[in-house]
């Protein structure tokens, strides 16, 4: 942790704003990374109740007809989550070298991609080939699939507030550089927040595979 | 400048309309509990229609003139109106049109009326999480008296047996469920900010949500008692939690928010504590409340989730009749068993953790000893924290686990005793040799031990299958958790809101009342609890009405003792209250000659804690060394500064 200490005789000797700008860049850190955990158990639950009942398989009911939700949906909301990830990933990058437009533009269209995979996995929600009770795998895949939509909401939402602070702050930061290289503390909280959201979707997004994987291939 | 780069926090600002001479319009737009309340009723009614029109044509619904999917959808409605009329959803929303964050604001002076509303000053939290505890503690508490009378007689009743059975699922849930954030809440939301050298914590308004989901969950969870309750009890084990009426819905959505507080404030601690630390306050230096918090922390953040899971499937299984704890639909009963207790064990700890930080927090202060082994308190905290999520299958000796995994289970819990140990054995040899003070909240501290003990061991007999297949579903397992909670976590409690009173209100409550009531609730406690032992050899299953006529006399000594044991915490909250509101004896500054930190600021607390960071020089333990020279500089000069900032950190 930076702590700018002045010399001896200069006061204040902590530059208080710069040491509790620096502890806030680390909670950013901490609560993003620490969100993975959380939300990893979250969707460990569920996968957990996946497996026990697939390994139970409770009178031959786990997937008795071999029925999974749609597959094109499934699929479609998986690479809506990888290519706005990706996509989102890339735009950072942009971002750092100054390209705020370029940013913008990507986070926007993450926002949308997520915004479409939300409505898609709740519109799958109502299109089951199958009655909530008819399976162990059909009550597993009605738990994960809110969760999921959820999830993938927040996400947006989350990406959503990047974007707007990014347009909000636009010519404000312009001089310098843009907010991804500006100095200012507001733009290193801003990135802090930004780089957060980029460990969350990485891992969200293998977490996205591996769910496609069990519902819809493995099942 | 194109933008207004200064927006206003999440909450609406009281100066401003005080400002422009709206004094009386305050309330309504500040966000506090009437609006909270109003918001609440209106989306609860707005939730139920919802349901209603989504549901009604479900089959389940026309056929058994039930709905749970309005309420749910009620419920879950009634809660977000709460949070909207509080106004927690502003700043949230106000993030969507881009503003940048900034500091919530905090008062000037603390008001009465603060407490009642959606206030991001830790101390202002840690004060409505300590009223808070305490209500749903002593309600928790009424209903445990509730059971007691009926047990009077195994003949004559005083409640039905459905009623009985509610009553005892209510007792075991409110303090179960609310009792996990009774130290985290109250004094990990006021003390760390204080102890750790920071003037702030890092998400005052992740701190704020994290209470203002208890009162919404509390609420709830009462309001089961008039809709049937839930028969399941506090484990909700199904299918009968699955098949139970609105009252297991309550249940569901009650530990969902408290689920979702804890993870709140979870997140909070954790980020606090990592990265607010004062220069100087290295890892080896830090408070073990500190240490307790933030090992609790991370066991919340990692088995708090998969409760929800369990309540989640539980409420799909009961709203929109998924069949996951139904085997014959592919389901099973044992998947809620195993998703309730990978959260249900590792809650055990969540409640002993902070216990044990907190005994061992203060034993120093009144042994005039440092701690003995710091650091070996440490690793068994880390230690029982780790531990407790390799243990949960204990709990399903008896309801048909495989046999093959029974040793590995019963050997995991064994070996938790191990970090236990190591806590009981720094505190034993911090009081050995002391200067002891037997003040009242080192009373308290010293009946943790003793309680403990009868706590601790008697689980070592509990973990091994054969003697848990003996005395499975028994009073003899209730007395060994209310000894290892109520007689460690609650008395540890007890000795902290007396230790703390002049801290937090500049109070100090009455000594000869607090001594008597120390006595009644030692003396009561272990009258009570013992003898359940003993019910409980003797063959008296638990949530059964109906007992042998042989252990009536038993029973009855317990009851009566519980009556005591209820009169004396009664005391001890007169005291606190009447201390607080009416005499009001001020404590003076630092009225136990702490070396924590946290008592260096004096009373009142300054609304920014410090007025400069302060440097950490030690820990603060280091009482009857001879070394007085003080744990931080609170005004540092340069060259302080510099040489702990520039040092190792």
């Known amino acids: 942790m930076a702590t700018d200490v002045q010399s001896a005789d200069a006061q204040p000797v902590i530059d208080e704003e710069q040491y509790y700008h620096d502890a806030q860049l680390g909670a950013l850190w901490t609560a993003s990374r620490t969100l993975i955990p959380v939300v990893a158990a979250t969707f460990g639950g569920i996968y957990f109740a996946y497996f026990y009942l697939r390994s139970l398989n409770s009178n031959g009911l786990w997937d008795p007809h071999g029925q999974t939700a749609s597959k094109i949906l499934g699929l479609s909301i998986l690479l809506l989550v990888v290519a706005g990830t990706s996509l989102q990933l890339f735009a950072s990058r942009r971002l750092r070298r100054g390209f705020s437009t370029d940013f913008i533009v990507g986070t926007a269209t993450n926002a949308l991609l997520l915004l479409i995979a939300t409505g898609l996995q709740i519109w799958e929600l109502t299109r089951l080939p199958f009655p909530p009770a008819a399976s162990g795998y059909a009550g597993v895949f009605i738990a994960f699939a809110p969760i999921n939509a959820l999830c993938i909401g927040l996400s947006a939402y989350w990406v959503f507030t990047l974007m707007m602070r990014a347009i909000r702050s636009y010519n404000f930061y312009r001089p310098e550089g843009g907010i991804g290289v500006s100095a200012h503390r507001a733009a290193e909280n801003f990135r802090a927040n930004l780089d957060g959201f980029g460990a969350y979707g990485i891992f969200f997004m293998l977490l996205s595979i591996l769910s496609w994987y069990l519902f819809y291939v493995l099942h | ?649």
């Not at chain 2, 799909?316 to 207790?341: I, K, P």
């Open chain 2, 1 to 649: 400048m194109a933008i207004d780069m200064t927006p206003a926090a999440g909450v609406g600002s009281p100066t401003d309309l005080e400002a422009r001479g709206l004094k009386a319009a305050k309330p309504w737009f500040t966000g506090n509990m009437i609006t909270a309340l109003i918001g609440g009723a209106i989306f609860y009614a707005f939730g139920h229609w919802l349901g209603n029109a989504i549901a009604s044509n479900y089959s389940v619904v026309v056929n058994g003139a039930g709905n749970e999917v309005a309420i749910y959808l009620s419920l879950i409605f009634g809660c977000l109106g709460w949070f909207v009329g509080l106004g927690a959803l502003n700043y949230p929303i106000q993030k969507l049109m881009g503003l940048e964050p900034s500091e919530p604001p905090k008062s000037e002076k603390r008001t009465f009326w603060e407490h009642f509303t959606y206030s991001t000053d830790h101390k202002v939290v840690g004060v409505q999480y300590l009223f808070g505890m305490l209500l749903y503690f002593l309600v928790g508490g009424l209903l445990a008296l509730g059971i007691r009378t009926e047990l009077l007689s195994p003949v004559n009743h005083i409640w039905a047996p459905d009623t009985y059975i509610e009553i005892v699922g209510e007792h075991g849930t409110m303090m179960m469920m609310m009792m996990t954030s009774v130290v985290m809440g109250p004094f990990g939301n006021y003390l760390i900010p204080l102890m750790i050298g920071s003037k702030k914590m890092a998400f005052p308004r992740l701190e704020a949500v994290s209470f203002w989901f208890t009162v919404p969950s509390f609420l709830i969870l009462l309001s089961a008692l008039w809709q049937g309750g839930f028969q399941s009890g506090w484990t909700g084990y199904a299918p009968l939690s699955i098949q139970g009426g609105p009252g297991q819905s309550d249940y569901d959505v009650a530990f969902a928010l408290m689920a979702l507080s804890m993870i709140c404030a979870s997140i909070n601690m954790t980020a606090t504590i990592i990265n607010y630390r004062a220069p100087g306050m290295r890892w080896s230096r830090m408070p073990i409340l500190s240490w307790g918090m933030i090992t609790t922390a991370f066991t919340m953040l990692l088995s708090v989730p998969v409760l929800f899971d369990g309540l989640y499937v539980m409420s799909l299984d009961r709203g929109v009749r998924t069949a996951m704890l139904y085997a014959g639909h592919g389901g099973s009963s044992f998947l809620w068993e195993n998703l309730f207790w990978f959260f249900g064990h590792p809650e055990v700890y969540l409640l002993a953790l902070p216990g044990f930080a907190l005994t061992v927090e203060m034993l120093p202060v009144f042994a005039r000893k440092p701690i003995f082994a710091l650091k070996t308190s440490t690793a068994g905290l880390i230690g029982v924290a780790v531990l407790s999520f390799f243990v949960w299958q204990h709990h399903l000796f008896m309801s048909g686990m495989n046999p093959d995994m029974r040793p590995l289970f019963m050997l995991t819990t064994e070996l938790i005793s191990i970090p236990t140990g190591f806590l009981y054995l720094v505190a034993m040899g911090t009081v050995w040799r002391g200067k002891i003070r037997f003040e009242v909240p080192m009373l308290f501290l010293l009946a943790v031990f003793w309680n403990f003990l009868w706590g601790g061991v008697t689980g070592v007999y509990n973990s091994d299958v054969p003697v848990d297949a003996l005395v499975h579903g028994s009073f003899f397992v209730m007395a060994h958790f209310h000894f290892t909670i109520m007689g460690q976590l609650i008395f540890a409690v007890f000795a902290a809101v007396y230790y703390y009173t002049p801290l937090i209100f500049g109070i100090r409550l009455n000594d000869k009342l607090g001594k008597i009531s120390f006595w009644i609730i030692f003396i009561a406690f272990n009258s009570t609890f013992l003898p359940l032992f003993m019910v409980g050899l003797l063959g008296q299953p638990r949530r059964v009405f109906e007992y042998a006529l042989r252990l009536q006399h038993l029973n009855q000594w317990v009851s009566v003792s519980a009556y005591v044991l209820g009169f004396g915490i009664l005391l001890y909250v007169i005291n606190l209250v009447w201390s607080l509101a009416v005499t009001r004896t001020p404590a003076g500054p630092n009225p136990w000659e702490s070396r924590g930190l946290e008592w260096q600021v004096g009373y009142p607390v300054p609304r920014d804690n410090f007025e400069k960071i302060p440097v950490v020089h030690r820990d603060p333990y280091g009482y009857g060394t001879g070394d007085d020279t003080p744990v931080a500089d609170l005004n540092p000069v340069g060259d302080v500064a510099a040489a702990v900032t520039g040092g190792e950190a």
